[in-house]
């Protein structure tokens, strides 16, 4: 059965700091990450416990050919809590570009000189092409995407009527991303049928700011919880590779686990020409396995995404993601970067004998 998870032992006080009050241990020798793997695979599976912050950082350490056992335990953590099945997604971005918040890694952020323009509203007929065509692919899950700070009037007019509309026509559930909402706004989505919001944390609350200056780590949070309270699913997910140290991600991991999201989708920067994070190298394919099965480990119910990134971030390892803890894919084009395309991604789930389903009815 899927669980929230809470990932008690670390302080409110600690959380709320700017300095990461993470420390990680040494690397642990190949009998001490034995040992590392068994408690953890104890707890995981005879126990049914989320790890401690202290379990985590011990094994963010594991030595690199350790990586392999890492995500084989995550993998069948996968499989004892959520189930077989493999969630696919759908997004449109029903506004493009023009955004006012200035998050470092963004090319639809006004305050980059990126390639990438702003656009109004997709009109109706636009959102419900894409879709059909999502529905056409065997997704369960449609997400609408807007890029700014939160929605306006305007906006939270056209949400309110497409959202059910899209449902009625394709049966899709239907997930909206539209920034931060107040709790007003977040009662009139749910009512309108949102199954999920997205916002996702994307970094750990110490390294924030040095990514963000236009909004805070605790606004974020905020509209997380609205988003539970008014009984959405919460989506929440991390973006890595943007200078964080690992530490910082153990942090962001604890934070994630104590906000219990339903869905947390991976991403791996991917630099955008024109952003203050362009320069940044990507992220080490085998450090990303390493991450992925650290975030099933430390949010062992959740539905984990591969969100953007990944074809650049991973090439020919995409495939070992999928035995490391991943359960969901956004399939098709991303945001404003192409994606590999659909049936690549069904052809590796047919080799993986992996079926396609929504993960909520595989419990
Ligand atoms: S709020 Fe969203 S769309 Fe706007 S700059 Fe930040 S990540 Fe980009």
Not at 194 to 222: C, G, I, K, M, Q
Request: glycine letters at 8%; charged letters at 20%.
């Amino acid at each position: 059965m899927r669980q929230d998870v809470d990932l008690s032992g670390i302080r409110a006080e600690d959380l709320a700091a700017q300095e990461c009050p993470v420390t990680l241990p040494p690397v642990p020798s190949a009998a001490g990450t034995r040992a590392l793997l068994i408690e953890a695979a104890s707890a995981l599976l005879d126990e049914r416990r989320a790890l401690h912050p202290d379990e985590l950082a011990s094994l963010a350490v594991v030595p690199d050919d350790s990586v392999t056992a890492l995500a084989a335990l995550a993998h069948q953590v996968r499989l004892a809590w959520c189930g077989p099945n493999v969630e696919l997604e759908g997004i449109v971005s029903a506004k493009t570009g023009g955004c006012t918040e200035d998050c470092n890694f963004c090319s639809q952020s006004s305050h980059f000189d990126s390639p990438v323009k702003a656009t109004a509203f997709l009109d109706t007929g636009e959102v419900l092409r894409a879709a059909e065509e999502t529905a056409s692919l065997g997704a369960s899950e449609f997400c609408i995407v807007l890029a700014l700070r939160g929605p306006d009037e305007r906006t939270m007019a056209r949400l309110v009527e497409l959202v059910p509309l899209v449902h009625s026509r394709t049966g899709l559930n239907v997930n909206v991303s539209a920034g931060i909402l107040t709790g007003d706004q977040a009662r009139r989505l749910a009512e309108a049928g949102v199954r999920r919001y997205n916002h996702n944390l994307e970094t750990s609350r110490s390294f924030f700011p040095a990514v963000v200056s236009t909004h805070t780590f605790d606004e974020r949070l905020d509209t997380c919880r609205l988003v539970k309270a008014n009984g959405m699913d919460l989506c929440s997910g991390a973006l890595l590779g943007m200078g964080e140290s690992d530490a910082q991600r153990v942090e962001l991991l604890v934070e994630l686990g104590a906000l219990g999201p339903a869905e947390v989708p991976v991403n791996f920067l991917n630099p955008r020409p024109g952003t203050p994070l362009g320069g940044e190298p990507l992220v080490a394919a085998w450090d990303a396995i390493r991450w992925i099965a650290l975030f099933r480990l430390a949010l062992p119910g959740a539905i984990l995404r591969y969100a953007g990134g990944r074809e650049v971030t991973l090439g020919d390892l995409q495939a070992m993601g999928m035995a490391a803890g991943i359960n969901a894919l956004i399939v098709g084009n991303y945001l404003t970067t192409l994606g590999r395309s659909a049936e690549e991604d069904l052809r590796m789930l047919s080799d993986l004998r992996m079926p396609i389903g929504a993960v909520g009815s595989a419990l």
